[in-house]
């Protein structure tokens, strides 16, 4: 798949990076280049894998030179720098637009400059009817990506091409919910629910790079990719949790919503269903080719193809609920050593 090529990873140092890296470092990948500006995290993994395929950049994706230097000799990019806190983007919204939008433009220019084959950005479900600054910067950015695609496509350039994924949220990565309930569990204490019917989608940090691997081989320039990820309430996820590490306090408090928070997050707009091409565990939906002349006779086909009235023909996205053994299995193929629970009986202790 990645034979004999250069992959640069963006926000390299972070769970999809580790999760990466775990999966390629053993194979026949030429080179992976792991771009981001934590220091420490990148010394942490230098001396973790002690690999001479890995190479190391200190940067921002908000500086285009150190960005654009980073890219030679490179073949594909996957995108995952990212500020991705909803609270400390709504009190930082200023730095959310300079990271997440002009930093994904200094990506896509500096890769179309150099010829990369593929670029991979990763987003969220955010992005969908955006409420918060992390979300309505992440849409904003993958409108950058789109207008490079259809610039890309207006000149005929298929040396480069540019995709985008969406993610549902990422099993036991750092300051996610479950990382949060079982160190309360370990302590003994409630766990703190903001709202016991808040729906989420729940997707493991290997399925989410097997979703930016299909979208590099199977998608085209301004292409989206979704995951079917399993969907599942707060109050199910916490006492999933409660019941697999047999909790002494099984007591649950409820602390309403943080800034920026929905009650149900969805990963694909009522227009994108229009779209949409249902591929089994995953979703495509490409970029919409349209240009400003809605009276074009090919545009005006189009336009009709998606009209938002209840008529429209949608795709229906049928995901899976998240269940009790989901859970088990995602601890054991993806536990975290941030979370510290050593004490905690987990599943794999238990066989």
């Given at each position: 798949m990645l034979s004999n090529k250069t992959v640069l990873l963006t926000g390299g140092t972070g769970s999809f990076g580790n999760a990466f890296i775990q999966r390629f470092i053993d194979t026949d990948v030429k080179k992976i280049v792991i771009f981001s500006r934590d220091e420490d995290k990148q010394d942490l993994m230098r001396n973790e894998y002690r690999n001479s395929k890995l190479k190391f950049v200190l940067g921002n994706v908000r500086d285009y030179d150190i960005v654009h230097d980073a890219m030679r000799g490179v073949d594909i990019v996957f995108h995952a720098g990212a500020l991705k806190q909803v609270p400390s983007c709504d009190f930082a919204p200023l730095e959310a637009v300079k990271t997440n939008i002009l930093g994904t433009d200094n990506i896509l220019r500096a890769a179309i400059d150099h010829g990369v084959e593929d670029v991979i950005c990763l987003s969220t479900g955010k992005a969908v009817y955006p409420i918060n600054a992390m979300g309505l910067s992440k849409a904003l950015m993958e409108k950058v990506i789109i207008n490079r695609a259809r610039q890309l496509d207006e000149e005929e350039n298929t040396t480069t091409t540019l995709k985008y994924i969406r993610y549902s949220n990422v099993f036991a990565t750092r300051g996610s919910a479950v990382n949060i309930f079982t160190k309360q569990i370990k302590e003994g204490k409630p766990i703190t629910l903001t709202h016991p019917e808040m729906k989420r989608s729940i997707m493991t940090v290997d399925e989410a790079v097997e979703l930016a691997l299909f979208a590099?081989?199977?998608?085209?320039?301004?292409?989206?990719?979704?995951?079917?990820?399993?969907?599942?309430?707060?109050?199910?996820?916490?006492?999933?949790?409660?019941?697999?590490?047999?909790?002494?306090?099984?007591?649950?408090?409820?602390?309403?919503?943080?800034?920026?928070?929905?009650?149900?997050?969805?990963?694909?707009?009522?227009?994108?269903?229009?779209?949409?091409?249902d591929l089994g565990s995953f979703v495509r939906v490409p970029m919409d080719k349209r240009g400003l002349n809605y009276m074009d006779k090919d545009n005006i086909k189009e336009n009709k193809r998606n009209d938002l009235d209840k008529d429209t023909v949608r795709l229906e996205m049928r995901v899976p609920s998240l269940t009790l053994d989901d859970v088990r299995l995602m601890i054991d193929k993806n536990w975290v050593k941030e979370c510290d629970l050593e004490d905690l009986e987990t599943p794999s202790d238990k066989d």
């Open positions: 590099m081989e199977n998608g085209e320039s301004g292409d989206l990719f979704v995951y079917k990820a399993r969907r599942t309430t707060l109050q199910n996820l916490a006492e999933c949790l409660q019941e697999i590490y047999n909790a002494k306090n099984r007591e649950i408090e409820i602390i309403g919503a943080r800034h920026g928070e929905k009650m149900e997050e969805t990963i694909l707009s009522q227009d994108e269903l229009v779209r949409a091409i």
